[in-house]
């Protein structure tokens, strides 16, 4: 497969498709709720943060989740405990979250498209690099 095809299809499964529920909670309800956003946001996160090359992004990674799982859990408390939910609130911190939560996404999905980018380009590694066995059960063959 050609280096460039090898970095579209990595970049479209693991940058775009981990989006997919966001897109479809927006087609169904026309708005995406906080703890959706938090949840999606904090896995996406600490995805990609735990397949980087780079340890300073590893870090960063936990900082963020560590951050979106306190607004999740205060999100999910608030909505628990009173019949109308304070979270748009714009005074509070978890509004602020709710947005820059998109913006730790795209930082992070440009992570990994970078280093997408080096692994499949110009390092040339595949992508799709699937073990094939021999026909009498017995070693392993690439």
């Known amino acids: 497969m050609h280096p460039r ?10 940058v775009f498709v981990p989006l997919i529920p966001l897109g479809i909670e927006w087609v169904f309800k026309q708005t995406l709720a906080a ?3 938090f949840l999606t946001a904090a896995l996406y996160t600490i ?6 090359q780079r340890f300073w992004v590893f870090l960063l990674g936990v900082l963020f989740v560590a951050v979106l799982m306190f607004c999740f859990g205060h999100v999910s408390a608030a909505a628990q405990n009173s019949a109308q939910s304070t979270l748009l609130d714009p005074s509070t911190f978890t509004y602020a ?17 970078r280093q997408r980018w080096v692994m499949h380009v110009l390092e040339l590694e595949p992508f799709w ?9 017995g070693g392993e063959q690439r």
């Open 5 to 14: 095809a090898e970095f579209l299809s990595a970049v479209v499964l693991l």
């Open 35 to 37: 703890s959706t956003v």
């Open 47 to 52: 995805s990609h943060a735990f397949s980087s």
């Open 97 to 113: 979250m709710y947005y820059v939560s998109f913006a730790v996404m795209a930082f992070f999905g440009y992570l990994q498209a």
């Open 129 to 137: 690099e699937f073990r094939h066995y021999d026909d009498n059960g």
